[in-house]
């Protein structure tokens, strides 16, 4: 594997500067069901196509980032950081993620 | 024989390089290789083959058949025919029983034919089955390639460079060199690579010798160097890697003395040397042709052309005596010759273009396979891209008595592909795999398209339907040395590391860390520990800062312990945890001012908590800074009855138990360093792990030491630590907990604080409290002194009973205990249990508070 | 509240009985080479928060719109660990560093751009900063792989003897 991941933050890397973590997924909002725990923990949609994923530039900047990437080809079409901290002054829900999921097929 | 001088030779004629073959003396020119030097001097032989030992002579002269390989100073396989000439080398002739002129295993082709078809080792030596090792070994010796010496002693040096370039041109004949040309004139940084001496072309890098092995994802092109391996990133990338003449098949085509046109091209042009005295030349196209042009300049006799494209005949063999080729047969008519130049046109060198994803079609006109659809950043020119005039496809086969070779390398003749079509290998994939034809040294290169037409014929279809096999790489042979490079395995020290050598330390590995694993007396280092004071290097330990606004918001929400009441000065043991409930790692949590807290984790996790933690907040988004301190700290415990009157002496701060009570975290200087000073009590004594700026880790082991002589101070290592650690069950995450390990079953149901609104793993912990669980993490202790192994089965009226996670024989407690997962009916104290050990069944009882201090009063002393 | 007094190296107390020193973790394995140059003793602060802000006279290596490290002299961290804005904290002893002469070298090292330094990425198999001032480049990485990388990059100097 040695395709180039597009950093937002430092720009074209050798994929082996990151770390991934998989498809963005949907954090349960309140107190589960089994399977919907199970689901959520365990089954990943994993396309043959366009995915967005977490990546993390652990030999870089350090900045965890969701990249868009065709998995057949490994072409990534785009690449977003999450958005600015919140200030104290407005609590967190903490069960919100702030980088919506895409829409479940 | 050598000619005399001729214009564009590549030797020097003004020196003379000297090497020896089989023990004789030959003589040669900087510039020749060693094939053509011993072709110069009456060499014809140069292999024999693969299965069958049939003797081989030269047959392209550019390293892309296995018919010259030969053991050069004992390097197995080298291809002399390319192999630079060099003082004092040693060559030898491999895979023979006597010589390359008379071997003994040549009785394999005589008699041995019918009994040696494709596979036959699938069929003739199956039964019995326990003769295999013998028939393996017979089979070892008597086929294959060279042989590695195994008492010979090489050292290289092979080193892996990265390199940019806006445009890399490989190849460097007439079309790779305009194409890097005219790159360089557009004002491009250009690199331009080549297996042979180019000249220099203006505003070009030009490396040579060098090969591109393969074209990666991302415009990555390995190139080998012979010392060096280039990794280049090229934003443009042109291969003019040319394209190969194919041999024709037809009985008789493996004889010493045929040819294809480059290697007679190279023998007379580059090196000088006559080829024969007679020869006959027979091509499908006029570039194999023209080389008669050649072989009269060096006045060989060209006794018959034959030009496929005006007729193609329906017989053609070679004869042969001893090997050589000795006359040519074509429709009745024979010629005698010692020399035959054969060419099936040419096929475009696609492999790399393939790699890089160009799809490859079939051009049933031309009879060749060419490359189309290329990627974008990817160019094709010259001859590769299919940029040939035009010449005859050749027969599938010309017909005639006698074995036709369709692949050299592994001795693989027609017969043998249309018997493989036969018994029902109808794909072109499952005959590769079958006859191993493209399998051999040339990898395809002279025997694929041939292969591919010889298919068609025998299903009747046509060859544009056959596909082609994958193209991988290496496109060309390479060392394991160059793709090793330096091998750069990074090794994690802490800043003290040193004094544990010095002191004689056994050193280990935990993940990338060095650490010692006792300072000789693992036993002896633990009990000291009880009895009077130790000292333990625990820099390795991941450390966090955790600051900010949020900071004890976002610990409460990725632990399931409390920490919002977590008063400044205080430490808590803390377990992380998946969102599926899982155990990932735990360490202390201690809060050093309102918004700041310091995290430490185990040594092998620190890594992956911090990704952890960023990750979290990267979809929380809270006010909170995330430090990692772990190399920036050493941390060191000194541990036993006396470690108080130690510290006494080193810091002004109150060390009395009210002074730094159990659990406080306090700063101050020891030893006149600031420190970070946490009682805690990993290891069930008294005890202070300090924490200090790590250049200073010398000075403060030294002065602990030193200091603490007369209290009988010893430094003990990670064994002692581990048998401390399990006389008061205190858990190893990953040896005591695994992958699906929980809090609940792992006997710790106080840290999870089911109360908290969320946090991460909270509702698979509610549904693992509402589930019950399999098994549950206790301790045991074995009624005599065996100790069990890790993974130690446990049984309890016959049926499997669990499994052992930890056993140490405690020499402070003098008994051996351990911990282990256990079915809940199980898990009550005293309960009788038996281990197997070595095949015995070995009686024990299960216990469910510490070993040591069960009520740790040593530990808040 | 702490004021992380504990991280920083330079609050060392000689006196008293005590005279504290310290060690560069590079000192063994550069012993007897001049290739290549310590620079571990340097001052370096990590700087979270706005890094436009940041306006000190020193030498300012900008990783994220908010995460900067300053390099200075060994005298001046504490100083400037007032002076710079946001959270700033004293990694000198977190750090090592090394100085090497030699673009192929270095190329032997990383497959960072040499032409767009200075930039975080990965030398050696390790995480590091690097800075180039025409053929020198300065390689600042985590301390604990100071042994193994001295070696290696006296090693890859060597390949040019």
Known sequence: ?105 | MRLPHREGERIDRSRVVTFSFEGDRVEAFPGDTIGSALYAAGRRVFSRSFKYHRPRGLLCCSGACPNCMMAVDRRPNVRVCVEPVREGARVRAQNVLGSLDRDFLSVVDKVGGPFTPVGFYYRTMIRPRRLWPYYERFLRNVAGLGRLDQHARRSRRFDTEHRRAEVLVVGGGRAGVDAARAAARDGLQVVLVDEREVTPIEGVEVLTPARAIGVYEGGLVPVDAGDVLYRFRAERIVIAAGAIEQPLIFPGNDLVGVMLPEGVRRLVRDFSVKPGEAAMVVSADAAGLEVGEDLRAAGVEVAETIDLRDRQPRELFAHGRRGRVRSVVVDGRETVCDLLVMSGGRQPAYSLLAQAGARVEYDSSRGILVPRELPAGVEAVGTVAGELEPAAVPAESYGGDGRCFLCICEDVTEKDVKRAIAEGFDSIELAKRYTTVTMGPCQGRLCHVPSIRLFAREHETDAGSIGTTTARPPWAPVSLGVLAGRGHEPAKRTSIHHRHKELGATMMWTGMWRRPHSYGDPEGEARHVHEALGLIDVSTLGKLLVAGPDAAAFLEMLYPNRFADLKVGRIRYGVLQTDAGRIMDDGTIGRIGEDHFYVTTTSTGADTVIEWFEWWNAVWRMDVEIVNLTGALCAVNAAGPRARELLGRLTDVDVSNEGIRYLDAKEAHVAGVPCLILRIGFVGELGYELHFPSPYGEYLWDTLLERGADLDIRPFGLEPQRILRLEKMHILVGQDTDSESNVLAAGMPWIAKLDKDDFVGKWALEQVGERGFREQLVGFEMANGTVPLEGGQIVVDGRPGGRVTSARLSPHLGRTIGMAWVPPALAEEDTEIRIKVDGRLEPARIRLKPFFDPDGERLRS | ?161
Not at chain 3, 21 to 30: E, G, H, I, Q, V
């Open chain 1, 1 to 105: 594997m040695s395709f180039l991941l597009p950093c937002p933050n430092c720009g074209p890397r050798d994929v082996n500067e990151f770390a991934y973590a998989g498809e963005v997924t949907q954090r349960p909002r309140a107190a589960p069901s089994q399977r919907e725990l199970s689901a959520y923990v365990y089954f990943r949609r994993n396309v043959a196509g366009v995915q967005r994923e977490w990546w993390y530039h652990r030999f870089g900047c350090e900045l965890w980032f969701v990249a868009e990437r065709d998995t057949r080809t490994n072409e990534v079409l785009g690449t977003e950081l999450p958005p600015e901290k919140t200030p104290a002054a407005t609590p967190v829900r903490s069960h919100e993620p702030t980088i919506p999921d895409a829409p479940v097929a």
């Open chain 3, 1 to 161: 509240m702490s004021d992380l007094g504990f991280l920083s190296p330079d609050r060392a107390r000689a006196g008293v009985g005590f005279e504290p020193w310290f060690a560069s973790p590079l000192a063994r394995a550069l012993a007897g080479q001049t290739a290549v140059r310590d620079l571990s003793g340097l001052g370096k602060i990590e700087v979270r928060g706005d890094v436009e802000a940041i306006d000190v006279d020193a030498e300012v290596v900008r990783i994220t719109p908010r995460r900067a490290l300053v390099l200075c002299d060994y005298e001046r961290r504490a100083d400037l660990v007032e002076r710079l804005p946001g959270m700033a904290i004293d990694m000198t002893g977190a750090l090592a560093g090394l100085e090497l002469v030699g673009e192929r070298a270095t190329r032997r090292l990383t497959d960072l751009d040499l032409e767009a330094l200075p930039a975080a990425g990965k030398v050696a198999e390790v995480p590091a900063i690097v800075l180039r001032d025409g053929d020198s480049f300065r390689i600042f990485f985590p301390q604990e792989y100071g042994h193994y990388l001295a070696e290696v990059v006296v090693d890859a100097a060597e390949g040019f003897r």
